[in-house]
C-alpha cells in the first residue's frame, strides 16, 4: 500500500489551511517559557548576592515556598514583586530592569488554546506552553499513537475512551489536539523524536479500516525531516520504559534545562529534581538504542499496516 509524502511545502500549506481556523494567532505561546525565563534569572541574582529564599519571600510579603515556585517557573509574576527583587538583588541598570520587568509582563499572557479554557487545566497550560515552543521533543509512547501524529479520527477514539465525552466537547477536545499539531508545519518546526511501543500500533482503535489509516499517517510523517519515529517491538522484552509514557521537551534558548513531563489518567506531573531528568534522559537514550532503527520503523509501519 502506498503512501504519498506530506513534506513538501504545498502539502504541508494545504493541510494548514485545512485544519487550523485562521481566527486564533497561533503565535501567543503562552506564558511557560518567559515565566522560567524570568525564574532562572531572578534565582541566579538571588544566588550572586548570597540572600535566602526567605528573605526573598519576606521582601514581597510571600514565602519561601512561593519564591521556588516563581524560580522555577512554575507560577505568574506580579510586576512590583519583581520591581522589588531585583531591588533587593542590587539590579540598578535600566535596560536590564526594563528587559526583566517586560518578561514579567509577557508571563502573564495567555496562549493561543486559552479559548480552550474549560478543557485545559493548569499541568496541561504548562505544558502546552513547553510543547508550543519546544525546539527538541522527545517521547514514548506504550498504549496509544503520540497526539501529535494523531489523525483526526484516531484522536476521536481515543479521548473518548479516555472522558466519555460526547457531541460538542469531545469535538472541541478533538480540535484542540489538531491544533496542537500545527507546529509540526510551521517554518521553524522542534525536531520530535518519537518512540512507540509495538503495542500501541497492534491495539485497534474503532476498527482495522482507522487503524490503518493511522499507520498510514505515520509514514507519511516519518517523511518529514524533523519527525523521528522508532518503534520498539515485542521482541525486545522489558525496558526502561515499561511504566508508562515518557516526554522530554527542550526549552529554546539553550539556557534553560530540559523538562519532563510524565502523563497520569488524572494529570501530569513535571520532575524537576536534576537527577531525576538526568535519569529519564538515560531511559530515552536507551529507548532509542533497544528501538528498531527509523529506517526499519519503516519497514516495520508496512508490515503492520499489511496485517492490520
Known amino acids: 500500500m502506498g503512501v504519498e509524502p ?20 497561533y503565535r501567543q505561546t503562552g506564558p511557560t517559557v518567559p515565566r522560567m525565563i524570568l ?21 514581597i510579603r510571600a514565602s519561601h515556598s512561593k519564591i521556588s515556585r516563581l524560580e522555577m517557573g512554575r507560577t505568574g509574576f506580579k510586576t512590583h514583586d519583581v520591581a522589588d527583587l531585583l531591588t533587593l538583588y542590587g539590579v540598578t ?12 509582563r509577557q508571563s502573564g499572557s495567555p496562549g493561543w488554546w486559552h479559548v480552550y479554557h474549560d478543557l485545559v487545566p493548569s499541568w496541561l497550560n504548562v505544558y502546552l506552553g513547553l ?17 501529535l501524529l494523531q489523525t483526526e479520527e484516531y484522536a476521536h477514539a481515543v479521548l473518548r475512551l479516555g472522558f466519555g465525552d460526547a457531541g460538542e466537547r469531545i469535538e472541541r477536545r478533538v480540535e484542540l489536539r489538531m ?11 522542534p525536531h520530535v523524536w518519537v518512540v512507540i511501543d509495538e503495542a500501541a500500533l497492534r491495539r485497534s482503535m474503532a476498527g482495522p479500516p482507522l487503524m490503518r489509516r493511522q499507520l498510514g499517517r505515520l509514514l507519511e510523517l516519518s517523511d518529514l525531516p ?26 529554546p534558548g539553550g539556557d534553560l534545562p530540559d523538562v519532563v513531563y510524565l502523563e497520569q489518567p488524572t494529570g501530569g506531573i513535571f520532575p524537576d529534581k536534576p537527577q531525576d ?21 519503516r519497514d516495520f509501519l508496512f508490515r503492520v499496516l499489511r496485517e492490520t
Open 6 to 25: 506530506i513534506a513538501s511545502e504545498a502539502a504541508g500549506r494545504a493541510v494548514r489551511e485545512e485544519v487550523f481556523p485562521r481566527t486564533v494567532d
Open 39 to 59: 525564574g532562572a534569572r531572578l534565582r541566579r541574582l538571588r544566588e550572586a548576592r548570597g540572600i535566602t529564599g526567605a528573605e526573598a519571600g519576606a521582601r
Open 93 to 104: 541598570d535600566e535596560d536590564e530592569r526594563a528587559t526583566l520587568l517586560a518578561l514579567a
Open 131 to 147: 510543547e508550543q515552543t519546544a525546539t527538541v521533543i522527545r517521547g514514548y509512547e506504550l498504549q496509544f499513537v503520540p497526539g
Open 179 to 189: 491544533a496542537r499539531q500545527r507546529i509540526l508545519f510551521r517554518e521553524r518546526p
Open 226 to 251: 524533523h519527525v523521528t519515529i522508532q518503534v520498539i517491538p515485542f521482541h525486545a522484552g522489558g525496558h526502561a520504559a515499561i511504566a508508562g509514557p515518557v516526554t522530554i521537551l527542550r526549552p
Open 277 to 297: 531528568v538526568e535519569q529519564y534522559r538515560h531511559i530515552m537514550n536507551r529507548l532509542v538504542i533497544e528501538s528498531e532503527p527509523p529506517t526499519a520503523t
